[in-house]
């Protein structure tokens, strides 16, 4: 699977499906390698997935995080076979542990995410062995299937290579990353956070941050929208700690979160700054970097004039 150094990330609740095809097509026509999306209270992002892959050729379609907690391992192997058969292996699988604010209403208990995880893709990786999207049940039966490891450890079956990556702010999860999947995908961090993390990652696995942008040198109107789309994360415990670690304060929170903040999370400016709010995360050590372009005009939907911009 070739990420290529820049990719999309956005949401896409709010957006009609003819919308969104016309919208991954054009990003697939800018050259980005993969298109990102999360799963929240939206769209589900599996079928998402078969969406996007099915209107698209070379794009890879990435869960930005698949919420563990939302389905059992079971399922996410067959759907990952299905999708990884239905593309040629233009699927990769993201997951997380999410937030307790979006696992407990659902009458589950958030558990220690490291361990969760953990013992989460440990299942994944065995229910592989009992499924398969090539073969006949009704003629072949349950015979086990033969799992191996890929590239970075990546999850193989006769479909060839299925690669995952963990939503990972914390060193510990990152380390876990580095030891039982093919990399990780950091949410709503900085170069900083970026540089520490391929240190805990070695050289090898996929670090793929995402960072926002915003095409406008108006400080004002970039940091109003930078509250906007933020205001959520910084109300959420995992957010804050690592942000905490970054150097940020709990002034640094209130009201929205500080220029300083925001000017961290949100690299705004003209080409020449956005360009380089992007390549400030691949000198410190990213692969790939997820850009999520911020539309002032319509924040719901992506800003093709910056994607245009750091496609050039």
């Avoid at 929240?40 to 794009?59: K, V, W």
């Avoid at 520490?196 to 090898?204: E, K, M, S, V």
């Avoid at 690299?267 to 410190?284: F, K, P, V, Y």
């Amino acid at each position: 699977m070739n990420l290529t150094q820049r990719g999309v990330f956005m949401f896409n609740e709010g957006i009609p499906s003819t919308e969104l095809k016309r919208a991954v097509q054009r990003i697939e026509s800018l050259g980005y390698g993969a298109v990102w999306f999360p799963e929240a209270i939206g769209r589900e992002p599996l079928a998402t997935a078969s969406f996007i892959l099915a209107h698209t050729e070379r794009l890879i379609a990435a869960t930005g995080i698949l919420n563990i907690y939302g389905r059992d391992p079971m399922v996410t192997a067959m759907g990952q076979q299905t999708l990884a058969e239905q593309s040629g292996g233009r699927f990769l699988l993201g997951l997380g542990v999410s937030h307790s604010l979006f696992v407990e209403p659902r009458g589950h208990v958030y558990g220690k995410p490291v361990a969760t995880m953990r013992s989460y893709v440990a299942a994944l990786r065995q229910c592989h062995t009992g499924i398969s999207v090539t073969k006949s049940l009704a003629l072949d039966g349950f015979a086990p299937q033969l799992v191996g490891h890929g590239e970075r450890g990546a999850i193989t079956t006769d479909l060839g290579e299925m690669p995952v990556v963990l939503a990972a702010l914390g060193p510990k999860m990152n380390a876990l990353a580095a030891e039982i999947a093919q990399g990780s995908h950091p949410y709503n961090t900085t170069p900083d956070h970026t540089r520490r993390t391929r240190q805990i990652l070695g050289p090898r696995a996929w670090l793929c941050p995402m960072q926002r942008v915003c095409l406008t040198t108006d400080a004002r109107r970039a940091r109003e929208v930078g509250r906007r789309v933020l205001s959520l994360y910084l109300e959420l415990p995992n957010y804050r700690n690592m942000l905490f670690t970054c150097g940020f304060t709990e002034g640094d929170m209130e009201s929205g979160g500080s220029d300083r903040l925001i000017d961290q999370l949100l690299g705004w400016g003209n080409e020449t700054a956005i360009r380089a709010a992007i390549q400030a995360h691949l000198d410190a050590g990213a692969n790939h970097v997820c850009v999520q372009a911020i539309n002032l005009e319509d924040p719901v939907r992506p800003c093709f004039r910056a994607l245009e911009a750091l496609a050039a």
